[in-house]
């Protein structure tokens, strides 16, 4: 048995500086989990179900536990030395912390909150840079606005039948399960690798007739498959993407949420969902774009910017892509 600190300190060199830095960081986000978690399991039995009564910065009804989990992380960083600030989802601006700190943390504090109500699973999403903005000064937007590439850890905590955490620092992506008997978290998954072949494919075809004329080919190929195929894959999609990710990342499949005629940049957040999920399946093995470019590429110019989403096994993307982008000759992998 391994707990999340025995194995960040065997791996310490890993992570750039091996000041313990990330160590600090990771354990505040895991004791932010341990307590999220205690307070989901418990919501309906004492009163952090439903709204606020709050809009945030993306026009979104807050839910209590938003407030909660937002609020929570807010603390726990705001004094960590590590930490020269973060960008919430649920925070219209950036907010510094700490100007000794080394690193900027951008978060997604608990995303798909309004399936707490019907009990399906929710989700932190964290992405980690290094700043690059002089330390000892106030931490700046630029220092969030580095680009999915520049990412040093990402990764997200899955608050489903157990509590998981699955992070990368560029080294494989490791997976953890919370014993509450211990209140630690267990090694359970090292060295996650996508399947190359997908069992599922996920997405909310809601808005199908909207679809770039490839995508909707796509579907089509995909079902015309389904019908000859020895094992059809299965439509899987609870509309929360941590649960929806984590799914496909262990069980292989693809999972895209694309822009429309009208919101041509689709719903998903660049920053705080897009790169840290794109950067964790391109690490077990597979792909992930906005459609047309690697997603790690896609340029990041505002904190709450917005990207179409597709991410999975790397054969799957690249069959995906000669439908979207017909004329571009994909690289064989
Ligand atoms: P839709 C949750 O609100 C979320 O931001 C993601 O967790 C999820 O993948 C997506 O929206 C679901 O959106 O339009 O299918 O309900």
Redesign the pocket.
């Given at each position: 048995m391994v707990t999340l600190e025995q194995f960040l300190v065997d791996r310490q060199q890993e992570f750039e500086g091996a000041t313990g830095a990330f160590s600090k960081i990771l354990r505040d986000l895991s004791l932010g989990a341990k307590l999220i978690s205690f307070y989901l399991r418990r919501a309906s039995l004492s009163g952090l179900l439903g709204e606020i009564g709050l809009t945030n910065i993306q026009g979104?009804a807050v839910q209590k536990l938003d407030h909660l989990a937002n609020t929570l992380f807010i603390r726990l960083f705001s004094q960590n030395p590590h930490v020269a600030g973060l960008a919430s989802e649920e925070e219209e601006h950036i907010l510094p912390t700490d100007p000794h700190g080394k690193y900027v943390i951008l978060l997604?504090p608990l995303?798909?909150?309004?399936?707490i109500d019907v009990g399906v699973p929710?989700?932190t999403i964290f992405s980690i840079y290094r700043r690059i903005t002089p330390v000892g000064s106030p931490c700046e937007e630029k220092d969030f606005l580095q680009g999915g590439r520049a990412q040093v850890a990402a990764g997200y905590i899955l608050y489903g039948t157990s509590t998981l955490l699955f992070y990368t620092t560029g080294q494989g992506v490791h997976g953890f399960t919370l014993e509450p008997a211990a209140g630690e978290f267990l090694l359970t998954y090292p060295a996650v690798r996508m399947p190359e072949k997908s069992q599922y494919y996920s997405?909310?075809d809601?808005q199908l007739h909207e679809w770039e004329p490839g995508l909707q080919r796509y579907i089509q190929h995909l079902r015309t498959q389904n019908q000859t195929a020895e094992k059809p894959q299965s439509l899987r999609?609870v509309?929360?993407?941590?649960?929806?990710?984590h799914r496909n990342l262990l069980k292989g499949g693809l999972?895209f949420?694309p822009g429309t005629v009208k919101k041509p940049e689709g719903?998903?957040?660049l920053l705080y969902?897009g790169y840290p999920m794109a950067w964790l399946v391109e690490e077990a093995g597979g792909k992930a774009s906005n459609g047309k470019m690697p997603l790690l590429d896609v340029p990041a110019t505002k904190i709450h910017q917005r990207t179409p989403l597709f991410l999975g096994p790397a054969a799957d993307m690249e069959t995906l892509h000669s439908f979207l982008n017909p004329h571009v000759v994909v690289e064989k992998t």
């Amino acid at each position: 048995m391994v707990t999340l600190e025995q194995f960040l300190v065997d791996r310490q060199q890993e992570f750039e500086g091996a000041t313990g830095a990330f160590s600090k960081i990771l354990r505040d986000l895991s004791l932010g989990a341990k307590l999220i978690s205690f307070y989901l399991r418990r919501a309906s039995l004492s009163g952090l179900l439903g709204e606020i009564g709050l809009t945030n910065i993306q026009g979104e009804a807050v839910q209590k536990l938003d407030h909660l989990a937002n609020t929570l992380f807010i603390r726990l960083f705001s004094q960590n030395p590590h930490v020269a600030g973060l960008a919430s989802e649920e925070e219209e601006h950036i907010l510094p912390t700490d100007p000794h700190g080394k690193y900027v943390i951008l978060l997604d504090p608990l995303d798909g909150s309004s399936n707490i109500d019907v009990g399906v699973p929710v989700g932190t999403i964290f992405s980690i840079y290094r700043r690059i903005t002089p330390v000892g000064s106030p931490c700046e937007e630029k220092d969030f606005l580095q680009g999915g590439r520049a990412q040093v850890a990402a990764g997200y905590i899955l608050y489903g039948t157990s509590t998981l955490l699955f992070y990368t620092t560029g080294q494989g992506v490791h997976g953890f399960t919370l014993e509450p008997a211990a209140g630690e978290f267990l090694l359970t998954y090292p060295a996650v690798r996508m399947p190359e072949k997908s069992q599922y494919y996920s997405f909310n075809d809601n808005q199908l007739h909207e679809w770039e004329p490839g995508l909707q080919r796509y579907i089509q190929h995909l079902r015309t498959q389904n019908q000859t195929a020895e094992k059809p894959q299965s439509l899987r999609y609870v509309g929360s993407l941590v649960a929806d990710v984590h799914r496909n990342l262990l069980k292989g499949g693809l999972f895209f949420y694309p822009g429309t005629v009208k919101k041509p940049e689709g719903k998903l957040r660049l920053l705080y969902e897009g790169y840290p999920m794109a950067w964790l399946v391109e690490e077990a093995g597979g792909k992930a774009s906005n459609g047309k470019m690697p997603l790690l590429d896609v340029p990041a110019t505002k904190i709450h910017q917005r990207t179409p989403l597709f991410l999975g096994p790397a054969a799957d993307m690249e069959t995906l892509h000669s439908f979207l982008n017909p004329h571009v000759v994909v690289e064989k992998t």
